[in-house]
């Protein structure tokens, strides 16, 4: 059974709603794992209103602060009366050898995959995300599991692609800021997914690679937002952005916006992050 | 002559304008200072339209990123076609004796005042921001100083209103989020003015008080909007907001706010932001 119980860190009201950091034990993770969540205006844990969820996956060396204090959209998320779920990136302090010696692997950098290199023992972000997370926001908060959404930025737009399409009974409206693309074919991707699945069987890393999950995808009909800076850094080797555009199943469409002059920055994210509130607020009938 | 050459340090585009770091030369802080620059869509250094322009102050243990990383407001920036300057909040790297040992004196705490204790030879943050910035930012951005204005937040709400109200010519709009409205009677205060001023002639130290400079005021007609949380665990004890709405000089007028559940955090003030922005841009005919 899972892990239901969290403890309340920290709450500041914010746009007439609140954000609330919370911890709880993550048997998954083999530590204690923090997240932080935006209740918008007149948000009660028990009455008969329930409120769609965005869940926000961050990117390398991000925590579950980065979105709350950068992002912006804290205005439109009370107006839409959504309820957003900020995740950390990783396990931390598991004491794993190497774990905080690169800013790309380990600690900050879980890339949402489930390890199966013995060494890598907690590193279960795709499952944390998708079960237990979901597991303790359900049954924490007063939201409908049958109206959730998934976004993120780099590290965390390639796993909530990823998380979205693999799961579309869970997640009904998915959209990225500046994707990992296509990890197994750039160096981030390569590294960690090396390291955290090993190299001798790489057909097995296609399941955490947004291209490839897009080209195998045959669920419901999905439309997949976008948005990317033409002045990002990492867009040519790491990102590789418009492979998603490019994959051809006519189940999942993406509407990418090469978005001119913006890089990696938060600043980008929140130029648009109200488009995005938006978009899945529209899938999710918010 | 004030020096004028700054260098550019970084730049990202945000709600179509721009987020640019400088540098330069400060002999008044005896170092290199820094300063961010919010510019909006369509500026150009070159051009017939003279922008408003705002001075933003931060507070303890900021720097010139913490407004534009979590302030939000450059939609609003954007919208209203107005240039914004954060300064950092001390001289850095000195060398003083025990300038790195608290978070509440010397770096990241230069209070907006000239020191004249010896020891803090370089902290002079009240010249820094109303002189040599002043002349800094005049003579490298189309900006249009007769229609400046200056704001703050806890330590940068005090800078502001001790600015803008002993140079009345220079800042024609005032407002604060959660100043130390009276450090010549709070402990945060007390320390600082004490090491930076020296405790034998605390007459002199009315200069930089909020309370006391309003009281002193006899320029043109001002009316300072303040917001202030009440859930700001400072309030009491360090910051005693209501002083300065109980001045009872007609000449300066206190709008204070007091807002339901805020605390003292960025949170309080990215969801006033707006309201603050509309109003200088009231006052500076944005």
Redesign the interface.
Known sequence: MAPTEIREISR?????GY?VKFEHDSPLSRCSMKFSVFVPPGYEKKNSKKYPILYWLSGLTCNEDNF???A?G??KLAELGIVLVCPDTSPRGLGIEGEDDSWDLGTGAGFYVDATVEKWNGYNMYSYITQELWEVVNSNFNVDPSRAGIFGHSMGGHGAIVSGLRNPDKYKSVSAFAPIANPIDCPWGKKSLGAYLGTDNQEAWKVYDSTEVMKAYNGPSRTILVDQ?T?DNFLKEQLQTEKVAKVGNARVKVELRMQD???H????I??FINDHLGFHAEKLKA
């Open positions: 500041s009201k914010a746009s007439g954000v709350m204090q950068k912006g804290k205005d800076g002045a002059g913006y890089d920055s938060y600043f980008f929140s130029t």
